[in-house]
C-alpha cells in the first residue's frame, strides 16, 4: 500500500488515528486552527489534534449558527451537536477571528468537555506583547493539566519542540521539491501530507516523511503553467478543486495556504526557555496574516516574494465564503498583483460547491493569459 493510499482514509476520515489513540487510553485535545502552539498539547503526553473540516453536508448544525458564517465553523458546529466530536477530552479555542469565537461559544453548550480560550493580540510586536502573553501562555498550560492530570514540564517541552520542528524541517523539505521538480507532487498529495501533520501523533508522521523523501527526489518533473495557490487561511482546499487546476495544464509550484506552506513556514527557536520560544512562532508565523498587523505583516508582499522564488508566471486565490479577513483584505492584494504585473485570478469556494464548471472557466482564461505573454517574467 503507498503512502498516499493510506492517507487518503485519513482524508476521508480526518479523526481515525486520534480515535485509534483514545481508544489506546491517550488523551486526545482538539484545536482550533493557526495559532496555537500543538507542543504544549504533546507536551503533557496528550495528542493535540487540529480541527478540520468535515467532508459531510451540514444538516443539524443549521438550527444552531448563523448561515452566513464560514465553513470551517458551521462544519464544526454540525459535527458537535451530532456528537462526532465527543472523542476529544477538550478544546483549546484559539482566536482567530469573530465566527470562530462564536461557533465555539455554541459548541462548549453542547459538549460537555472543557473549552480552554487563548486570546491573542492584532499585532506582530514580541516587545509590547511578551509579559501578558507569557503569563496567558501559563494559564493555557495550568488548564491543559488539568485535563491531563500531570504536570508539563520545561524538559517536555523543549523536546516536543524539537520533535515538530524536526517535522516542519521534512515538510519544507518536500515543499521546495514543488519549484525544484514542478509536478513532482500532486497538489492533493501535499494537503493530504500537512493535513495529516495536524491530526496524526508527529512521531509517526515523521517516519512517513523520510520514507517518502527518497522517492520523490527520484520522481520526474512535469512541465506545466507554474502556479502558486494563495488563502485558505483556516482549512483546507476541496482536493477536486486542487485536481481541477493541474488537469488543466498548470502545476502547482507553491501556496501560502494554512493546510500548506503556512502550518510549516516558522519553527519556534530553540535556544530561548521554552514557553518564550512558542510565543516566538506566533510572532514571527514566516506567512503574514490578513487578521493580523505589524513591520512583517504585509501578505501582498508576502505572496509577491514567494511568486518571484518560486517562479510561478500566475496566483489563484482561494477564498473560503464569509471569510471577512480574507474578503476585506483582497482589494489590496489584487490591486498589488495587478501593479506588480501578476496574472491572478480569485475563486471564491463554499462547504456546499456542487459544480466546478465556472471555475474550470477561469483557470482556463488564466492559462490562456499567461501563456499570452502578459505579466510577470
Not at 112 to 131: C, G, K, T
Amino acid at each position: 500500500m503507498s503512502i498516499f493510499t493510506q492517507l487518503q482514509v485519513i482524508l476521508e476520515d480526518p479523526y481515525i488515528k486520534a480515535k485509534e489513540e483514545k481508544d489506546k487510553g491517550k488523551k486526545v485535545i482538539g484545536i482550533t486552527p493557526m495559532h496555537f502552539p500543538e507542543e504544549l498539547i504533546h507536551a503533557s503526553g496528550a495528542l493535540p489534534v487540529i480541527l478540520q473540516e468535515s467532508n459531510e453536508p451540514i444538516t443539524t448544525g443549521w438550527a444552531h449558527i448563523f448561515p452566513n458564517f464560514c465553513a470551517f465553523t458551521r462544519s464544526n458546529v454540525d459535527w458537535a451537536v451530532k456528537g462526532k466530536l465527543d472523542f476529544l477530552d477538550a478544546i483549546v479555542i484559539s482566536d482567530i477571528c469573530l465566527q470562530t469565537r462564536m461557533a465555539f461559544g455554541v459548541m462548549s453548550r453542547r459538549m460537555a468537555i472543557p473549552f480552554i480560550y487563548m486570546w491573542w493580540p492584532l499585532e506582530y510586536d514580541m516587545r509590547r506583547w511578551h509579559s501578558p502573553m507569557l503569563h496567558r501562555m501559563k494559564r493555557c498550560q495550568q488548564a491543559v493539566q488539568e485535563v491531563v492530570g500531570r504536570t508539563i514540564e520545561e524538559k517536555d517541552i523543549q523536546r516536543s519542540i524539537e520533535l515538530y520542528n524536526h517535522n516542519r524541517q521534512l515538510l519544507r523539505e518536500i515543499y521546495k521539491l514543488r519549484y525544484e521538480k514542478p509536478g513532482v507532487l500532486k497538489t492533493r498529495h501535499m494537503l493530504m501530507l500537512v493535513m495529516s501533520s495536524m491530526i496524526m501523533p508527529k512521531e509517526e508522521h515523521n517516519d512517513l516523511l523520510h520514507s517518502l523523501i527518497p522517492q520523490l527526489k527520484q520522481a520526474p518533473a512535469r512541465d506545466g503553467i507554474r502556479i502558486f495557490l494563495s488563502g485558505h487561511l483556516c482549512h483546507g482546499v476541496k482536493p477536486d478543486i486542487l485536481d481541477l487546476i493541474e488537469d488543466m495544464g498548470a502545476v502547482v509550484v507553491g501556496d501560502d495556504l494554512y493546510i500548506g506552506y503556512r502550518y510549516f513556514a516558522a519553527q519556534p527557536p530553540t535556544n530561548v526557555p521554552p514557553l518564550e520560544a512558542l510565543l516566538w512562532r506566533y510572532f514571527d508565523p514566516g506567512v503574514p496574516c490578513p487578521s493580523r498587523c505589524g513591520p512583517e505583516g504585509d501578505w501582498a508582499e508576502h505572496i509577491i516574494g514567494a511568486v518571484k522564488e518560486s517562479r510561478a508566471q500566475g496566483v489563484i486565490s482561494l477564498i473560503p465564503k464569509f471569510c471577512e479577513a480574507h474578503m476585506f483584505y483582497y482589494p489590496y492584494l489584487a490591486d498589488r498583483l495587478t501593479k506588480a504585473n501578476i496574472p491572478y485570478i480569485f475563486f471564491e469556494t463554499e462547504h456546499e460547491m456542487v459544480s466546478l464548471e465556472g471555475f474550470r472557466t477561469r483557470v482556463q482564461a488564466l492559462i490562456e493569459t499567461i501563456k499570452g505573454g502578459k505579466g510577470w517574467k
